[in-house]
């Protein structure tokens, strides 16, 4: 039987593309590993002294529980205010329902770049010092249109007849809300968490203008190290940042399915 | 888009209790965003007609002077050029490579579909910064850059020299961006009814046509939506550039930062984030026109 395009040459691109997108990841994992005193290429032995130089030191460690009480943060922060905002849009009752939703996906057009200038200008004018509730703010605006997208595209897709006849049979708003919405939006709800997380857990153009020297999130600590330290260690810390990349990806295709949690 | 179960329009007055838990359900998240996002950046954008004085305190009288001194000058403008020639090369490369890649997680066999949705969603979830650092490692212009090395270790020139240059630049912000055209794009084209692309070859079509004439464009919307973030989100960053650029590849995100963190000038500043928001803005409003235009179904 023909296949309907041209499959061998598609194949054949995309192996070579497939290459090209793991590339950049599987360098800095093999340099990582690297016994010589600097980061060049090719590795020339086997070693995890690098790994274990990284997680002995204090501010990595500091930094990456900085980065994850942040995107643990954001995440529920932009869960909560997020659902109910995503279920009133999709009642699509409020006048200005549109522009709600324009407004609620816009920190998805505006480059994070000038969100997290004009949010730094904003708080030092107002007198906001407290450096982890900025930061929190920051990530939870960034991490808030993900989390709306999922949470919208899981709502379009529930039977809403089962709301319907809760709420017939007597059931008050919030039980139809614990025990009928959310079972079925769980698995979109589980995704965006899981994405938003990780949006702010790799952030850099929000840290870059909120972090200080003592609340610094990992990429930003990582950028610092990339122009004094020049040994393998750097690619270690990197690697340890592709790890939980990957433990998420590993989550979402066991919890979700990649495809359904990527809308393909 | 409405939902099937409205049957009155959007913005018709109904009883006050009717709207009152949706306003209150949607009220933290817009709330949230009208203080720390509006606010903020209509704050900062208006700056950028200001003027500094030079105990650097912002105020009146309005003036175009700042944007005069961005367009003016002859460096700032290779700088805008830069940053749209960037975008603009890197939308396109994406464009070439997305539709294979996308084209298998929607239509391969089962393995590589499953492993091409791997290596695209994976590095999505790596920092941009890590990434870069990988394209670092990769692109480095001696011997021990690691396609030279490849190369050289295959008997060829290691002819690869383009790190710290605008091209270095194109080549990760491919890498980076390119997932976020591939999800619409797959999901696009796995919309497309096989039997259109089916009846085309049997009647004689040969593949190319069949791409060409069905598959491209039914897959425009996907095309439009993932095209338009690239070239926003390239155009509007900061860390690639910084660290793979150099000054050949100096952009305007890069040159912010600068204003900011070592010359204070904040109406320039101001100026310079108006224009990256401009770019933005006139990028998505094409693409919403183009989009509106057309028949969807």
Redesign the interface.
């Known amino acids: 039987m ?6 061998r040459f ?2 054949a ?2 192996i070579v ?2 290459i ?6 599987v ?2 994992v093999a ?1 990582s590993i690297t016994p010589s005193k600097l ?4 590795p020339t032995g086997f070693t995890l002294e690098w790994y274990a130089k990284v997680l002995a030191t204090e501010k990595f460690r500091h930094s990456f529980m900085v980065s994850a009480s942040l995107a643990a943060g954001a995440t529920i922060l932009s869960l ?3 659902t ?2 995503a ?12 522009l ?1 939703e324009t ?2 996906l ?2 998805m ?7 997290g ?3 730094f ?2 708080m030092a ?1 107002q007198g906001m010092r407290s450096t982890g509730w900025n930061l929190l ?2 990530h ?2 960034i991490t ?1 249109p993900y989390m ?1 997208r999922t949470v919208t595209a899981s709502l ?1 897709q529930i039977d ?1 007849s089962l709301e319907e006849a809760a709420s017939t049979l007597g059931a008050p ?1 919030l039980t139809v809300f614990f025990k009928v919405t959310v079972p079925q939006i769980a698995p979109g709800i589980l995704a965006g968490c899981l994405f938003a997380f ?1 949006i702010s ?5 929000i840290s ?1 203008w909120l972090a200080d020297a003592r609340i610094e999130p ?2 930003i600590y ?2 610092h190290q ?1 122009s004094t330290v020049f040994d393998p260690s ?2 270690a810390m ?1 690697a340890l ?2 790890a939980t ?2 433990i ?2 590993i989550l ?2 066991k919890l979700v399915g ?2 359904k949690a ?3 | 888009m409405m939902s099937a179960t409205t049957e009155i329009a959007p913005g018709y007055w109904r009883p006050p209790s009717r709207l009152a838990a949706p306003a209150a359900m949607a009220f933290p998240a817009v709330g949230f965003l009208v203080v720390f996002l509006v606010i903020p950046a209509l704050t900062l954008l208006s700056y950028s007609v200001l003027v500094q004085s030079p105990t650097g305190e912002i105020g009146l009288p309005l003036t175009l002077n700042n944007f005069q001194r961005l367009l003016g000058s002859p460096t700032y403008r290779g700088i805008l050029f830069n940053t749209v020639f960037i975008a603009g090369c890197s939308t396109v490369f994406a464009i070439l490579l997305a539709y294979p890649l996308a084209m298998t997680v929607a239509y391969g066999r089962p393995l590589l579909s499953r492993l091409t949705m791997v290596a695209v969603v994976a590095p999505l979830v790596v920092s941009v910064i890590v990434r870069s650092y990988g394209w670092q490692l990769l692109l480095g212009n001696g011997p021990a850059g690691v396609v030279n090395f490849v190369l050289s270790s295959v008997g060829l020139p290691p002819f690869v020299k383009i790190l710290n240059s605008k091209w270095a630049v194109v080549v990760a912000s491919v890498h980076v961006y390119l997932p976020l055209l591939v999800l619409p794009l797959a999901a696009s084209l796995g919309r497309i009814p096989p039997n259109l692309i089916e009846a085309a070859r049997m009647l004689g079509a040969p593949s190319w046509r069949a791409f060409f004439g069905i598959t491209l464009p039914l897959s425009y919307p996907g095309l439009l939506a993932g095209a338009t973030v690239v070239f926003t989100l390239t155009a509007g960053s900061f860390i690639t550039p910084q660290m793979l650029g150099g000054t050949d590849g100096m952009v305007l995100g890069v040159l912010l930062e600068q204003q900011v963190n070592t010359v204070y000038d904040w109406p320039m500043s101001a100026a310079i984030a108006t224009l990256m928001v401009a770019i933005a803005l006139t990028v998505h409003f094409i693409t919403h026109r183009v989009m509106n235009a057309r028949p969807t179904r």
Not at chain 1, 109 to 115: E, F, G, N, V, Y
């Open positions: 023909k296949t309907e395009y041209n499959g598609i194949t691109v995309t593309l497939l090209f997108m793991v590339a950049p990841l360098v800095v340099l980061a060049m290429f090719p909560v205010i997020g109910p905002a279920m009133a849009i999709n009642k699509n009752v409020l006048p200005g329902s549109r709600i407004l609620l816009s920190p057009i505006l480059p994070i770049l000038i969100t200038l004009a949010l200008q904003f004018a703010i920051g939870a605006i808030l709306m379009k809403h708003p990780m857990f790799d952030d850099f153009p870059l990992l990429p990582l950028h990339m750097i690619a990197s940042m592709i990349g990957i998420v990806v979402l295709e990649l495809r990527m809308g393909v």
